[in-house]
């Protein structure tokens, strides 16, 4: 049976819906408009299973104010996006979303550009990864398709790890078609190692209706966190819509990953 659309099945795919951007365009001109909140909500409506917020050191987007709404005002589960500071760490702890992503963050950086080195950073990443946990907090670090960092955050402790397809998504973009499928073969490679490891896999970053398909495919994964390009088409059909395209195009390439195994029971 297909495990597509049944949000209880063991091998369901959850999306969750990052609403950053929201806030990028909120932000430009300095009011309340877009509000971030009822994005979230709009996205729960739409068949989101969670809803992702990375409230970065300089605020460049997500406020502290959208945090405690949006633990306090949405049904799903939050997921609060953060680097290994003392002050997020404190953040965290005063609002205990569902989750915390630790990320990597640069303050020049225009977006989360790579993976965090839970390897060479364990010494640091332990106390926090600690702190989360004891407080009731999934804790997920978001690192490159790299077994050495696969065993660095099981290691750490941590249940989950996120892993960034931007990579993959750039070669796609780029139609550099020996790199994306490079760049595929790594995050399958690293989905198999993780869940071989005892860690729940997630994956994330840059993905868009044409590169969602080849990564929704890979069985190992849990969730798939989705925000700028989301963001970006509901300005062309709807923030709503554009979310239940990206949940049918989920669903298609699962299902089309499942149909051979179903075929070979079938004829067995
Ligand atoms: N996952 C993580 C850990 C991220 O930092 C981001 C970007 O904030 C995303 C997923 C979503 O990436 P995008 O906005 O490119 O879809």
């Known amino acids: 049976m297909s495990?597509?659309?049944n949000k209880s099945a063991p091998g369901y795919l959850r999306l969750g819906v990052n609403i950053d951007h929201v806030a990028t365009i909120r932000n430009a001109r300095g009011n309340d408009h877009p509000d971030p909140t009822r994005a979230a909500k709009l996205a729960e409506e739409a068949g989101a299973d969670g809803i992702t917020a990375h409230l970065r050191e300089d605020r460049r987007h997500i406020r502290d104010a959208d945090i405690a709404r949006l633990k306090d005002e949405i049904g799903l589960p939050l997921n609060l996006e953060m680097a290994a500071t003392p002050e997020m760490l404190a953040i965290a702890l005063r609002h205990k979303p569902h989750a915390c992503c630790i990320v990597p963050e640069r303050r020049e950086e225009v977006t989360t550009e790579g993976?965090?080195?839970?390897?060479?950073?364990h010494n640091h990443l332990k106390p926090i990864v600690d702190r989360l946990g004891d407080a009731g907090i999934r804790v997920s670090l978001f690192i490159n398709a790299e077994k050495r960092q696969l065993e660095a955050?099981?290691?750490?402790?941590?249940?989950v790890v996120e892993l960034h397809t931007g990579a993959y998504c750039d070669a796609a973009m780029e139609r550099q078609s020996a790199k994306r499928d490079a760049e595929l073969a790594r995050l399958a490679a690293a989905a198999r190692e993780g869940t071989a490891l005892g860690l729940e896999v997630?994956?994330?970053?840059?993905?868009?209706?044409?590169?969602?398909?080849?990564v929704a495919?890979?069985?190992e994964l849990a969730e798939l966190n989705i925000g700028?390009?989301?963001?970006?088409?509901?300005?062309f059909v709807g923030l709503g819509e554009s979310i239940r395209l990206m949940r049918a195009a989920m669903d298609?390439?699962?299902?089309?990953s499942e149909a051979p195994a179903a075929s070979d029971k079938a004829s067995r």
């Not at 993976?115 to 950073?121: H, K, M, P, V, Y």
């Open 153 to 159: 955050a099981r290691s750490l402790g941590a249940p």
């Open 217 to 219: 495919s890979l069985p």
């Open 252 to 256: 298609a390439a699962r299902r089309a």
């Open 202 to 214: 997630h994956a994330g970053h840059g993905l868009t209706f044409d590169t969602v398909g080849p």
């Open 228 to 235: 700028h390009f989301l963001v970006g088409e509901a300005i």
């Open 3 to 5: 495990n597509t659309g």
């Open 115 to 121: 993976g965090l080195d839970a390897a060479g950073l």
